[in-house]
């Protein structure tokens, strides 16, 4: 049988994500604020913590990949975005243990990401050896991820 409350919010998901994708991102996030109204999913607030991020919240991003873990801790994309966000804050200590459970996540498709992010907080502990085995990793998983590639050179510079 069919929920038209579930449906009406999936269609509202849908298109938050093309309104974000288009850099509108007000309308994105209303969007995606009505939708966890009428069925709140972790993809919908791990989403609308990325439009936060796009819009310099990175507190608030993190706020909200906190409630999409809360609603299905399985699914790994907030814990990987939590990582990144503290990497960005300068957090690098603190996003190790998020990326961490994003390895570790039963509902995930993309692991070369928290893999990539390790790296980077590693790189940025200059903790040389250790980021390196973690961008390898990234593209052992994801040969063209070209991120990891990066991240690699930027080690051999920063290692002659």
């Known amino acids: 049988m069919s929920?038209?409350?579930?449906?009406?919010?999936?269609?509202?998901?849908?298109?938050?994500?093309?309104?974000?994708?288009l850099g509108e991102l007000d309308l994105a996030a209303?969007?995606?604020?009505?939708?966890?109204?009428?069925?709140?999913?972790?993809?919908?607030?791990?989403?609308?913590g990325w439009t936060y991020r796009f819009q310099g919240k990175l507190k608030d991003a993190i706020e909200e990949c906190k409630k999409a873990i809360l609603v299905d801790?399985?699914?790994?994309?907030?814990?990987?975005?939590?990582?990144?966000?503290l990497i960005e804050l300068g957090q690098y200590?603190?996003?190790?243990?998020?990326?961490?459970?994003?390895?570790t996540s039963e509902r995930y498709d993309t692991y070369h990401y928290p893999w990539?992010?390790?790296?980077?907080?590693?790189?940025?502990?200059?903790?040389?050896?250790?980021?390196?085995e973690c961008f390898e990793k990234a593209l052992e998983i994801e040969p063209g991820y070209e991120q990891a590639r990066q991240g690699l050179r930027g080690l051999r510079l920063l290692v002659q």
């Open 30 to 48: 209303g969007m995606y604020k009505r939708s966890i109204e009428l069925h709140p999913t972790a993809e919908a607030y791990t989403f609308l």
């Open 116 to 132: 990539f992010n390790l790296g980077r907080a590693y790189m940025a502990k200059d903790e040389y050896k250790r980021a390196r």
């Open 73 to 85: 801790p399985t699914f790994g994309n907030p814990y990987n975005d939590i990582g990144a966000y």
């Open 3 to 21: 929920d038209p409350k579930r449906e009406l919010a999936q269609e509202l998901f849908e298109r938050a994500y093309a309104m974000q994708m």
């Open 93 to 103: 200590d603190q996003a190790i243990p998020w990326l961490e459970q994003a390895l």
